[in-house]
């Protein structure tokens, strides 16, 4: 139970930064930390006590840590990738146009 | 083979180091990819090693030597040829068997390399497609250059 | 057979536009336009025959039954919403054949377009939490790289500030459905609803419903989480505003809370309260902020989020009457708003500007754009014979006859003030004196067909009121969200409760 409100509380972890940090690049590595906290929580759920990793071999027969919340943290990294080269490719493209990566200064659009 | 720009990239070191790295870096990703079915990895996480084994070489050499050898086109191509054939791969499983994506090879012996009906075929799809993707969008954003715009 | 078509064509002209239409751009268009047309008449195939089917056709993929698979599942309301979405994408495809040549990069567009109608049937369609969270994802990935297609300073201002809200919102989705993975150890929506069904409602599901309204919210542009869209939609090209805000906003949201909370938990009334609150302050802001907008697009997008509002108000009453008129308003606001961004594109494709104070006096110049324009206002301030002012009435009074007065006159005077708004759009573009602004080009055959075509469909949507079509086409959407939890019955068959459990 603990655990679960340490993945918790890495999430807000990851939060704050969203909301506090001026860089740009400070700002995709908090989204990063929040992706993270997630695939840790996912992962952490489908632990059984005295279990080993699920992959079959010849003669074992013992029992597995859950496989489904393995496929899903797989997917949700590539998914993370996807979202993350593309915040980047953004904000090269921001200091092209602005010369600065302080979102103090990006702001242009009002209201 | 010869080095038109030998001042660009990192020192000779390193440059030596990575002429025995590499190789054993795409080796390794292939050895993954092939046996997603039997041990952990798959398409995805081989296809990212041996896109590292390619931004490992332009780390080491700088962006216009692997310009020279490398045909961005001809990746471009291969990664849609790739996807493509995964489509199409479901497809043939539609009008085979009624449901997308079905497997419509035989299952094979159990922990054998060729077993488990398509699921090898389709690793070596994804791997093609997220190696040569990752790849060509880490050569984008380093071709960026600061006066545009 | 007929299901997976709608996830594997888009896909395949995607990647095919990108194989082949790098050197040759004209291409492009041609794969596009084919692809939309296909699954366009096999959408309407699909609602067509779907009575045939006792109301439900459900797929699997690979060949497992559920709940080992992902299941595609074919009913009424998804019916309804993939001709929606698909008749939209077609038509701005259309529209954006043209459009396109003021911008470079026309192979980029198209693959990304694609790739986004993919995502939202994907939506629509799936069966399963964790698809949905996959298709919801790929879609979005695309309307963030389209929200920057211009790659000005705004644009990409605008891009990186809706992908940095869209990212956090995932995340918190991703964690509800971890949750509720962790409580019924399932991830099929029917079997999770079977699971909560037999368990009764423990203290954990309040954390998912907050994560959930927080999650699909933001993509609803619901008034706490709206922030994006006024930036999103100006810098957006014309066609990719019409898609985002008449099929992209209501899919990935409005769509989504629907389904989850009447289908799988079964419409708990303090969720629908909220929703009832959040629904009324989007008609209010939205509606008063639109007021002093100088920007065409921008004041369109603060329109949007009071329409939506409208929308999520109607849904959330909970009674037949209330979800009609929000089933009813989803459909015409996608087709009226839809019409006004498309004659925002016009616009700016003439005059290369989208401020209202230095149009003016274009209606001699552009006879074809003003004449839509009038047609899309009077539709979208309810306006008889337009299709507007059927669904605003009937959401006014379903919010009267369940109780809720006070939402009810502020339907009602809102939309009074929507009208007022659209007026000054008239009078500033289109009437009145010659503003600074000139004609450069005029507007070409393309876009004109595709503004007439949507202009007609104003006018000709109406007809589903006429009772005798409305209670066999209608009545059927209405009982499928109104029935609850008998989504859970109609899956149940399928459902195999082998040795795994």
């Known amino acids: 139970m603990i655990l679960y409100l340490m993945c918790f509380f890495l999430f807000l972890v990851g939060v704050y930064g969203t909301i506090t940090k001026r860089d740009l690049i400070k700002i995709i590595l908090a989204i990063g930390i929040m992706g993270y906290s997630v695939n840790l929580f996912?992962?952490?759920?489908?632990?059984?006590?005295?279990?080993?990793?699920?992959?079959?071999?010849?003669?074992?027969?013992?029992?597995?840590?859950?496989?489904i919340p393995q496929a899903l943290v797989l997917t949700s990294i590539v998914i993370e990738l996807g979202v993350t080269a593309l915040m980047a490719a953004l904000a090269i493209r921001i200091y092209q146009k602005y010369d600065t990566f302080d979102i103090t200064k990006i702001r242009r659009l009002q209201g | 083979m010869q080095n038109n720009f030998p001042n660009e990239g990192m020192s000779v070191i390193v440059k030596t180091?990575?002429?025995?790295?590499?190789?054993?870096?795409?080796?390794?990703?292939?050895?993954?990819?092939?046996?997603?079915?039997?041990?952990?990895?798959?398409?995805?996480a081989g296809g990212v090693i041996i896109a590292l084994s390619y931004v490992h070489l332009t780390l080491a050499y700088g962006k216009n030597f692997v310009l020279e050898r490398v045909d961005k086109f001809a990746m471009s191509s291969l990664e849609s040829i790739a996807a493509i054939l995964f489509v199409l791969t479901g497809i043939v499983g539609l009008y085979v068997i009624g449901n997308f994506l079905a497997n419509f090879m035989g299952i094979g012996k159990l922990y054998t390399l060729i077993s488990a009906g398509y699921i090898p075929m389709l690793n070596i799809f994804i791997c093609v497609k997220v190696g040569m993707g990752l790849y060509l969008v880490f050569f984008y954003l380093a071709s960026f250059k600061p006066q545009e715009g | 057979m007929i299901l997976s078509q709608f996830i594997f064509v888009p896909l395949l002209a995607a990647f095919l536009i990108v194989l082949f239409a790098r050197k040759k751009e004209n291409i492009a268009a041609v794969i596009a336009l084919a692809a939309c047309a296909w699954i366009l008449i096999v959408s309407f195939i699909a609602f067509f025959k779907l009575p045939a089917h006792g109301g439900m056709i459900l797929n699997n993929t690979s060949g497992w039954s559920i709940p080992y698979t992902i299941s595609l599942i074919l009913d009424?309301?998804?019916?309804?919403?993939?001709?929606?979405?698909?008749?939209?994408?077609?038509?701005?495809?259309?529209?954006?054949t043209q459009y396109i040549n003021h911008f470079s990069g026309k192979w980029n567009f198209f693959a990304l377009f694609m790739l986004m109608l993919t995502g939202m049937n994907g939506v629509i369609l799936t069966g399963d939490f964790f698809n949905l969270y996959v298709f919801m994802e790929i879609s979005l990935i695309s309307a963030y790289a389209l929200v920057a297609f211009g790659t000005e300073s705004e644009e990409l201002e605008a891009a990186f500030k809706y992908a940095l809200m869209?990212?956090?919102?995932?995340?918190?989705?991703?964690?509800?459905?971890?949750?509720?993975?962790?409580?019924?150890s399932t991830l099929t929506m029917a079997d999770v609803g079977l699971q909560l069904r037999n368990a009764g409602t423990p203290k954990l599901l309040f954390l998912v419903y907050g994560l959930f309204i927080a999650g699909f919210g933001l993509k609803t542009a619901l008034v706490p989480f709206h922030a994006w869209l006024p930036d999103a939609h100006p810098s957006a090209p014309a066609p990719?505003?019409?898609?985002?805000?008449?099929?992209?906003?209501?899919?990935l949201g409005v769509y989504a809370i629907v389904r989850i909370f009447y289908n799988v938990f079964g419409a708990p009334t303090v969720v629908l309260q909220i929703l009832m609150l959040l629904g009324t302050l989007?008609?209010?802001?939205?509606?008063?902020?639109?007021?002093?907008?100088?920007?065409?697009k921008r004041l369109l997008g603060f329109s949007s989020i009071s329409q939506i509002g409208y929308v999520v108000v109607g849904f959330a009453l909970g009674t037949p009457l209330g979800i009609l008129g929000g089933i009813l308003h989803l459909f015409y606001h996608s087709i009226f708003k839809s019409l006004l961004f498309l004659d925002s594109g016009a616009v700016e494709y003439a005059t290369d500007t989208r401020d209202l104070r230095q149009l003016g006096g274009l209606s001699k110049e552009m006879k074809v754009t003003s004449t839509t324009t009038m047609i899309g206002t009077l539709s979208i301030s309810g306006i008889p014979p337009f299709n507007g002012f059927f669904s605003k009435l009937i959401i006014i009074i379903a919010c009267i006859s369940a109780g809720q007065i006070v939402v009810g006159i502020i339907a009602a005077l809102v939309s009074i003030v929507t009208l007022a708004y659209f007026l000054k759009v008239q009078k500033h573009a289109f009437f009145g004196k010659k503003g600074s602004a000139k004609v450069l080009e005029k507007v070409p055959f393309a876009m004109k067909t595709a503004m007439i075509i949507l202009a007609a469909l104003c006018l000709i949507s109406s007809a589903i009121m006429i009772p005798s079509i409305r209670k066999q086409y209608l009545n059927p959407i209405v009982d499928t969200v109104m029935g609850k939890t008998s989504?859970?019955?109609?899956v149940e068959p399928y459902l195999d409760n082998g040795s795994v459990k």
């Open chain 3, 166 to 184: 869209g990212a956090i919102t995932s995340t918190m989705i991703l964690f509800g459905i971890g949750i509720l993975y962790s409580y019924t």
């Open chain 3, 240 to 251: 990719i505003s019409a898609m985002l805000s008449g099929v992209l906003i209501k899919t």
């Open chain 3, 282 to 296: 989007s008609i209010v802001i939205g509606g008063f902020l639109s007021v002093v907008q100088w920007d065409f």
């Open chain 3, 487 to 490: 989504y859970i019955d109609k």
């Open chain 1, 42 to 67: 996912l992962v952490l759920l489908a632990y059984r006590s005295g279990a080993l990793a699920p992959i079959l071999k010849k003669g074992f027969n013992v029992s597995m840590v859950d496989p």
């Open chain 2, 17 to 44: 180091i990575t002429r025995f790295t590499v190789w054993l870096i795409f080796l390794y990703g292939l050895y993954i990819v092939l046996h997603g079915h039997l041990s952990p990895g798959g398409g995805f």
């Open chain 3, 76 to 96: 009424h309301l998804s019916a309804f919403m993939l001709i929606v979405v698909n008749l939209i994408a077609f038509l701005s495809a259309f529209y954006a």
